[in-house]
């Protein structure tokens, strides 16, 4: 079998290990990419995805085994040498210039010369229409990156590429920002490369398109191989089984709460956003933990951004306490006492070069303010109580928080809203990006945030900690939530063959297939 | 161990906030010895340049706002001076009282219009101050045609700018009333902390739930009123009105406020290092006079020594 398969062989990684401080994210890895292929890479956030896809680009040396591409050893695999290996990463945030042209941006650091050593413009601008012709695909090279709609950024983004001689192509989570019609394009030309012997490797989490675009599937689970096998080897069933692991962990963690039926504190009637859309409905009880769960790019956080005010409302009404509310901006949502715990803590939850105390103090100034004159008592005595009872490790106060941990400064962020009382707090990606014992710590907060009487809207795309804290779960798609489920019912109504967290997956999977793609 | 880490990092951040007070220090030691037999030391001398530095220092201090929540203001110089045309003017036809309502209203209006520029057409307030400048400028240029007009009402001129009180320059008292003012509202108001959270990083400032064009708003405002004030020291001490008057200024109350040690990004600052740094500039430039350097010189010099100090002060710098 491998023999066959090697004599078109484009990227071999064999038994690569590779550790964090140590922490392992791969564990003797192998795994083969051919040309003639599209080869999909699946697994949970901090399987060890993306730790491959920054060793074939040059990012992280590796500490154990080989890589070879075209059966040649590779040995010093850097960003820049990754590119003559014929390895083009199609990023999953744009890395394009906004400000520039198409042609412009695909020829960037790489521009044809004329004799006289000034940029060939008109070149350019041939290549880049030779190289779109040959993706049959219509775009125009003279035209402003910013005029493009994402899609056709994404597009430009394979056109560099390609006209870069990539043979290997890499794209990371490439649909999440596409409208349907988008996606399509993108996957014939996909095939088309495919056919003209490309190889790809394609990362995504969304299950249907993986069954509808690619060759052959790899599952990783916590840095190890799981499994390689062709497309009509897997079903979603098993395909979620293997990515998810077969045991449910910590069961018994799971807050198995009385869940009797408060009163409603916030009713969601067909609300949708202005420029974004969707159409959101749904109730909040009162002291509940409502989950929200949803592929990337499914509109879950918009939730968020709708109910914080962050976004301006299109249509639909928000029901507050019996009241009629328009949340226009921030400053009404802190008046309705509705908390968020942003999903980019670093650029939306801090101030970075500010010490603990600011930050804990900035939401809650009225709280400590006199005839407009701010008690920096009553201030610091809070902040203490924060540290104290969220155990932030620092030494002191005044630290600035860019000191601090991933973690602790996640728990700045919660402590901060704590303080401020709010009657709704709503947690975006809460625990991305912190350690496990952190990741603990918060959802523990939260919990006692819950009992305390507060109602939570928790964002999350592990399904783990979703099923672990919230009382109920609704699962979001398209710009929609397609159905609310109490955990008490999924957990009663337990198939014994696979897991909870595989029912939600598969729940999720499901409410976000497109009949369109289908 | 860690502990030892900790203080050192702590006196790094210092570092940058109190070099001002050492360079001060050392600058002032340095002309008063070389300059020993010039006077440089003389009760006079030492109160002529308190008299030369407070109306930058005024500026100096709401600058510290301005600078603190992220935004710059270009047209506090020609501020200064379309005030003390109005003022003049204002003084010359209706008397005092109007005179100084006059002053004080070219100032707010000049603010209100650089805030809702600013906040509600978007336009950055690099762009609308600078244009604001020149704005300033051609109207005080037009209403005053270009001349000076004098003030003799000596109410006025002692009351801003030319008067002694207790034997000490009432333009000192000025400052040192607006520089605690300016330090309170900085380090002990609500709105003081809104300015700080604001340049510090505006997105999440505004995700806690403050509203930060409002606070740009205001203190767009307080610069003009204190720009304004400015002018109208000036009309006071030079017993005239005239557009000349500030031209300039804005680049040295910049440097006086990142002289001591607030950021030109936002977040951070402290109002009594600004009024230090706008005296070490009055140092500076007294010394150079005595020293006997001629005026392209002195630039020269001066500008060196910026540099110079603000390169050392960001030397200590937590470089990560």
């Given at each position: 079998?491998?023999?066959?398969?090697?004599?078109?062989?484009?990227?071999?990684?064999?038994?690569?290990?590779?550790?964090?401080?140590?922490?392992?994210?791969?564990?003797?890895?192998?795994?083969?990419?051919?040309?003639?292929?599209?080869?999909?890479?699946?697994?949970?956030?901090?399987?060890?995805?993306?730790?491959?896809?920054?060793?074939?680009?040059?990012?992280?040396?590796?500490?154990?085994?080989?890589?070879?591409?075209?059966?040649?050893?590779?040995?010093?695999?850097?960003?820049?040498?990754?590119?003559?290996?014929?390895?083009?990463?199609?990023?999953?945030?744009?890395?394009?210039?906004?400000?520039?042209?198409?042609?412009?941006?695909?020829?960037?650091?790489?521009?044809?010369?004329?004799?006289?050593?000034?940029?060939?413009?008109?070149?350019?601008?041939?290549?880049?229409?030779?190289?779109?012709?040959?993706?049959?695909?219509?775009?125009?090279?003279?035209?402003?990156?910013?005029?493009?709609?994402?899609?056709?950024?994404?597009?430009?983004?394979?056109?560099?590429?390609?006209?870069?001689?990539?043979?290997?192509?890499?794209?990371?989570?490439?649909?999440?920002?596409?409208?349907?019609?988008?996606?399509?394009?993108?996957?014939?030309?996909?095939?088309?490369?495919?056919?003209?012997?490309?190889?790809?490797?394609?990362?995504?989490?969304?299950?249907?398109?993986?069954?509808?675009?690619?060759?052959?599937?790899?599952?990783?689970?916590?840095?190890?191989?799981?499994?390689?096998?062709?497309?009509?080897?897997?079903?979603?069933?098993?395909?979620?089984?293997?990515?998810?692991?077969?045991?449910?962990?910590?069961?018994?963690?799971?807050?198995?709460?009385?869940?009797?039926?408060?009163?409603?504190?916030?009713?969601?009637?067909?609300?949708?956003?202005?420029?974004?859309?969707?159409?959101?409905?749904?109730?909040?009880?009162?002291?509940?933990?409502?989950?929200?769960?949803?592929?990337?790019?499914?509109?879950?956080?918009?939730?968020?951004?709708?109910?914080?005010?962050?976004?301006?409302?299109?249509?639909?009404?928000?029901?507050?306490?019996?009241?009629?509310?328009d949340i226009k901006n921030t400053i009404d949502s802190n008046k309705y006492k509705i908390a968020l715990v942003p999903e980019d803590r670093r650029l939306q939850g801090l101030i970075l070069n500010h010490s603990i105390k600011s930050n804990i103090e900035l939401p809650n100034l009225n709280n400590y303010t006199k005839y407009s004159f701010v008690s920096d008592n009553d201030s610091i005595e809070d902040t203490k109580k924060v540290i104290a009872d969220l155990n932030i490790k620092t030494l002191d106060k005044n630290n600035l928080v860019s000191s601090l941990s991933g973690g602790?400064?996640?728990?700045?962020?919660?402590?901060?809203?704590?303080?401020?009382?709010?009657?709704?707090?709503?947690?975006?990606?809460?625990?991305?990006?912190?350690?496990?014992?952190?990741?603990?710590?918060?959802?523990?907060?939260?919990?006692?945030?819950?009992?305390?009487?507060?109602?939570?809207?928790?964002?999350?795309?592990?399904?783990?900690?979703?099923?672990?804290?919230?009382?109920?779960?609704?699962?979001?798609?398209?710009?929609?939530?397609?159905?609310?489920?109490?955990?008490?019912?999924?957990?009663?109504?337990?198939?014994?063959?696979?897991?909870?967290?595989?029912?939600?997956?598969?729940?999720?999977?499901?409410?976000?297939?497109?009949?369109?793609?289908? | 161990?860690?502990?030892?880490?900790?203080?050192?990092?702590?006196?790094?951040?210092?570092?940058?906030?109190?070099?001002?007070?050492?360079?001060?220090?050392?600058?002032?030691?340095?002309?008063?010895?070389?300059?020993?037999?010039?006077?440089?030391?003389?009760?006079?001398?030492?109160?002529?340049?308190?008299?030369?530095?407070?109306?930058?220092?005024?500026?100096?201090?709401?600058?510290?706002?301005?600078?603190?929540?992220?935004?710059?203001?270009?047209?506090?110089?020609?501020?200064?001076?379309?005030?003390?045309?109005?003022?003049?003017?204002?003084?010359?036809?209706?008397?005092?009282?109007?005179?100084?309502?006059?002053?004080?209203?070219?100032?707010?209006?000049?603010?209100?219009?650089?805030?809702?520029?600013?906040?509600?057409?978007?336009?950055?307030?690099?762009?609308?101050?600078?244009?604001?400048?020149?704005?300033?400028?051609?109207?005080?240029?037009?209403?005053?045609?270009?001349?000076?007009?004098?003030?003799?009402e000596e109410p006025y001129t002692n009351f801003f700018g030319s008067g002694d009180f207790l034997g000490i320059p009432s333009l000192l008292f000025w400052m040192i009333i607006i520089g605690i003012i300016g330090h309170v509202i900085y380090r002990r108001t609500k709105f003081g902390r809104q300015i700080l959270a604001v340049g510090g990083n505006v997105v999440s400032a505004n995700y806690s739930g403050i509203n930060t064009n409002k606070v740009k708003f205001f203190v767009l405002i307080i610069s003009s009123l204190m720009a304004a004030l400015a002018g109208m020291l000036y009309?006071?001490?030079?017993?005239?009105?005239?557009?000349?008057?500030?031209?300039?200024?804005?680049?040295?109350?910049?440097?006086?406020?990142?002289?001591?040690?607030?950021?030109?990004?936002?977040?951070?600052?402290?109002?009594?290092?600004?009024?230090?740094?706008?005296?070490?500039?009055?140092?500076?430039?007294?010394?150079?006079?005595?020293?006997?350097?001629?005026?392209?010189?002195?630039?020269?010099?001066?500008?060196?020594?910026?540099?110079?100090?603000?390169?050392?002060?960001?030397?200590?710098?937590?470089?990560?």
């Amino acid at each position: 079998m491998r023999d066959v398969n090697s004599l078109s062989s484009a990227v071999k990684m064999q038994n690569i290990s590779k550790s964090f401080g140590g922490i392992k994210a791969l564990d003797n890895v192998d795994i083969s990419f051919q040309y003639h292929e599209i080869h999909a890479l699946l697994g949970e956030n901090g399987a060890g995805k993306s730790t491959i896809l920054k060793i074939l680009r040059g990012i992280h040396s590796f500490s154990n085994g080989k890589v070879l591409i075209d059966n040649n050893p590779i040995s010093n695999l850097t960003p820049q040498n990754a590119k003559e290996y014929g390895i083009g990463m199609i990023f999953q945030e744009m890395s394009l210039v906004q400000s520039l042209t198409v042609a412009q941006n695909i020829y960037l650091g790489n521009e044809p010369k004329t004799k006289l050593g000034f940029i060939d413009d008109i070149l350019m601008i041939k290549k880049s229409e030779t190289i779109f012709k040959s993706m049959g695909i219509n775009i125009n090279p003279k035209e402003k990156l910013n005029n493009l709609t994402t899609g056709q950024q994404q597009l430009t983004e394979i056109a560099k590429a390609l006209s870069q001689n990539a043979k290997i192509l890499i794209l990371d989570e490439p649909t999440s920002a596409l409208t349907t019609s988008e996606v399509k394009i993108l996957f014939n030309l996909l095939i088309k490369l495919k056919s003209e012997g490309k190889c790809i490797i394609y990362v995504s989490h969304r299950m249907e398109e993986i069954f509808q675009i690619s060759d052959k599937i790899t599952v990783l689970r916590d840095g190890k191989l799981i499994n390689t096998k062709k497309i009509n080897e897997y079903n979603l069933q098993t395909l979620i089984s293997d990515i998810m692991g077969k045991e449910t962990k910590n069961l018994s963690d799971f807050r198995k709460k009385t869940n009797k039926k408060s009163k409603i504190i916030l009713k969601v009637r067909n609300v949708s956003s202005l420029n974004k859309g969707g159409n959101y409905n749904f109730d909040l009880y009162k002291g509940e933990v409502l989950g929200i769960a949803g592929l990337l790019g499914s509109g879950r956080s918009r939730i968020a951004r709708l109910l914080y005010g962050l976004e301006t409302k299109g249509s639909g009404n928000i029901i507050f306490k019996n009241n009629n509310i328009d949340i226009k901006n921030t400053i009404d949502s802190n008046k309705y006492k509705i908390a968020l715990v942003p999903e980019d803590r670093r650029l939306q939850g801090l101030i970075l070069n500010h010490s603990i105390k600011s930050n804990i103090e900035l939401p809650n100034l009225n709280n400590y303010t006199k005839y407009s004159f701010v008690s920096d008592n009553d201030s610091i005595e809070d902040t203490k109580k924060v540290i104290a009872d969220l155990n932030i490790k620092t030494l002191d106060k005044n630290n600035l928080v860019s000191s601090l941990s991933g973690g602790n400064q996640q728990k700045v962020v919660i402590g901060k809203w704590k303080i401020s009382d709010p009657e709704i707090l709503i947690l975006d990606e809460a625990t991305a990006g912190i350690d496990i014992g952190s990741k603990g710590e918060v959802l523990d907060l939260v919990n006692s945030l819950a009992q305390e009487g507060k109602s939570i809207i928790f964002i999350s795309s592990e399904l783990t900690e979703l099923l672990a804290i919230s009382d109920r779960i609704a699962i979001v798609g398209n710009g929609q939530i397609k159905k609310i489920i109490s955990k008490n019912d999924l957990i009663e109504n337990k198939n014994n063959n696979v897991s909870i967290e595989q029912q939600l997956q598969f729940l999720i999977q499901t409410s976000n297939m497109n009949e369109a793609l289908i | 161990m860690s502990i030892i880490k900790y203080y050192f990092n702590h006196f790094k951040e210092t570092w940058r906030q109190n070099i001002i007070y050492i360079g001060f220090i050392v600058v002032f030691l340095f002309f008063a010895i070389t300059l020993h037999d010039s006077g440089f030391l003389s009760l006079n001398n030492i109160l002529n340049i308190g008299r030369q530095t407070a109306i930058i220092a005024i500026m100096a201090v709401a600058m510290t706002l301005v600078l603190s929540s992220g935004e710059i203001d270009l047209s506090v110089g020609s501020v200064a001076g379309l005030a003390s045309v109005t003022t003049a003017l204002a003084i010359k036809y209706y008397g005092i009282f109007f005179g100084i309502s006059a002053g004080l209203c070219t100032g707010l209006i000049v603010g209100i219009l650089n805030g809702l520029i600013s906040t509600r057409l978007m336009v950055p307030t690099f762009l609308t101050t600078l244009a604001m400048m020149g704005i300033a400028k051609g109207v005080s240029m037009w209403i005053s045609g270009t001349r000076s007009i004098s003030i003799i009402e000596e109410p006025y001129t002692n009351f801003f700018g030319s008067g002694d009180f207790l034997g000490i320059p009432s333009l000192l008292f000025w400052m040192i009333i607006i520089g605690i003012i300016g330090h309170v509202i900085y380090r002990r108001t609500k709105f003081g902390r809104q300015i700080l959270a604001v340049g510090g990083n505006v997105v999440s400032a505004n995700y806690s739930g403050i509203n930060t064009n409002k606070v740009k708003f205001f203190v767009l405002i307080i610069s003009s009123l204190m720009a304004a004030l400015a002018g109208m020291l000036y009309a006071g001490r030079l017993h005239t009105g005239r557009f000349q008057l500030g031209e300039g200024d804005e680049l040295s109350v910049i440097a006086a406020a990142v002289l001591g040690g607030t950021s030109l990004f936002g977040g951070k600052g402290t109002v009594i290092g600004s009024i230090i740094g706008a005296l070490m500039i009055g140092v500076i430039n007294n010394g150079l006079i005595l020293m006997g350097l001629e005026y392209p010189q002195q630039l020269i010099a001066r500008g060196s020594i910026i540099i110079l100090a603000v390169a050392i002060s960001e030397s200590g710098k937590n470089k990560s």
